[in-house]
Each structure stands twice: as C-alpha cells, then as structure tokens.
C-alpha cells in the first residue's frame, strides 16, 4: 500500500496509473488488463486540463478505457462508500490513527469487505454495460 503525504493531485494521479498498468499478479496476469475499464468519479483534478487527455491516452495504449461516472452520483461512488468505511473505522480507532496513521489507513482498508467489494463490482458492471450499449446505439 502506497500512503501519499499530503492531498492527491494530477500528476499523483499519473503517476499511480504510470505504476498501475505495469502491475502483475502472482499469476503473471496483468493486474490492468486490455479490454478492462477504469471509472473515475468528478474530482476536479482527475478533469485537470493536462491530467484527463494524458490519462486517456496513457490508458488507451494498454487498450484500457477510462469512463468517468456521470455529474454528480454519490449512489455510484464506490471511492466514497470505501472512504466511508475508512473514516468510521479511524473515527473509531482515534489514537492509532493520531500515532500510527500509516498503520490506521492500512488496517481500515483491509477492513473493506469482499462483500461490499463485489457489491460495487456488480454495480460497475452495469454502468459499465449501459454505457457500452448507448455507445452502440
């Protein structure tokens, strides 16, 4: 897990996808693989004027398409139903996050559950497939 210092912005954000398409399972699989799909919410720098094209681009050279989710829909915002259970569990655990903060963040993340992650997965999913099929007609 990779904690950055300080608020994310556009260049992080290229760089963490610099790193994130070379990325490989165990089983040599790529972990961003051709045909896959990467959705983004609104945040304004993942639209910043140079940040968006090079992300495009960069992805579309791994045959990786980058859709962002509508204008506001928090309903679809699998970062803010994961950073939920993140600042409960920190709310929660106020001296491990105040002394060990690095710690903190790593256990509330493991803390987010395959159920919930194969909720958002399915919902993605949909999204996903509605897109591609408005795309088509």
Known sequence: MNILEGPSNGNELLLFFEEAVELVRGDGTQVLERGDTVVMDNCGFHHGHFVEPLLTTMLNEYGIRLLFQPPYSPHLNTCELCFHQVKCFLRRN????????????FDACSGISGKLCNLLSTLWLFVIMKTACSDLC
């Open 94 to 105: 106020q001296l491990l996050a105040q002394h060990e903060t690095e710690i903190a963040i």
